[in-house]
């Protein structure tokens, strides 16, 4: 069964320094997505960022990057230059390929301090 | 602009009585899905639906039922079955038929915050 872990319930970081978010995923089909989602207070989901499993680089979306570590099932976001605004909610999500359906983590609360 | 209304965007709902929460999307997407979050957790899928006129179960679909009569309108009814509804409902919308369709993500809409009275 898929399934995702987020060990961080919190993070706090200073603005303009990076912080990673860890992720962890468990599954046993070869072919998966996994996608980074932001949620701020006001609540909608901002989609970030996607790495395929067959991907051989890691994905990066501007300040955003996914530390993809395929043996280690991990896919870790780094935010680079944390400004005010990234303070939110983080999810972490897996698609198995054939599937529709998103498998959510708990979520990782971003605090960035001027 | 495209993207995905929900309302309303706060819902109150008495003992016994059924609601219903809106989703169009003007994406023109094919797939469509319902998530409930409670405070301090991810989300949990309802009920998805890949074309008109078919859905699916999700992981939590006990006290809830869908329609999709329409490929923009996806309503959700949480029914009086439902003894703890009081919850962030999120629909989302993807286009899996696009070119890799593993990778597409899906697009949320500003959700629907319901409580009880």
Redesign the interface.
């Known amino acids: 069964a898929q399934k995702?872990t987020q060990t961080q319930p919190g993070m706090f970081v200073q603005e303009k320094e990076a912080v990673t978010l860890d992720c962890t995923y468990d599954t046993s089909d070869p072919?998966?997505?996994l996608?980074w989602?932001k949620q701020p207070s006001?609540?909608?989901?901002?989609?970030l960022i996607?790495q395929?499993s067959y991907d051989q680089q890691n994905a990066t979306e501007g300040r955003y990057s996914l530390n993809f570590q395929k043996a280690r099932k991990s896919a870790n976001l780094v935010i680079s230059a944390s400004q005010l605004g990234d303070s939110a909610m983080y999810?972490c999500?897996m698609?198995?390929?054939g599937f529709?359906?998103?498998v959510?983590?708990?979520?990782t609360r971003l605090l960035v301090s001027p | 602009d495209g993207g995905i209304t929900q309302s309303p965007k706060y819902l109150f709902r008495k003992e016994g009585q059924n609601v219903t929460l809106s989703c169009e999307q003007n994406l023109n997407h094919d797939?469509m899905?319902w998530y409930r979050q409670d405070p301090?957790?991810?989300?949990?899928?309802i009920y998805?639906s890949?074309i008109v006129n078919d859905f699916q179960k999700?992981d939590i679909a006990e006290g809830y039922s869908v329609s999709r009569e329409k490929k923009e309108s996806f309503p959700l009814t949480v029914t009086s079955a439902q003894k703890n509804p009081t919850a962030?409902y999120?629909c989302?919308s993807?286009n899996?038929r696009r070119q890799?369709?593993?990778?597409q993500?899906?697009?949320?809409?500003?959700?629907t915050?319901l409580s009880i009275l």
């Open positions: 995702i072919s998966y997505g996608f989602y006001s609540g909608e989901m901002i989609f996607y395929g999810f999500a698609r198995e390929a529709q359906k998103l959510f983590g708990t979520g | 797939a899905y301090g957790q991810g989300l949990r899928l998805y890949q999700g962030f999120l989302a993807s899996p890799g369709s593993s990778n993500p899906q697009h949320f809409g500003d959700g915050r």
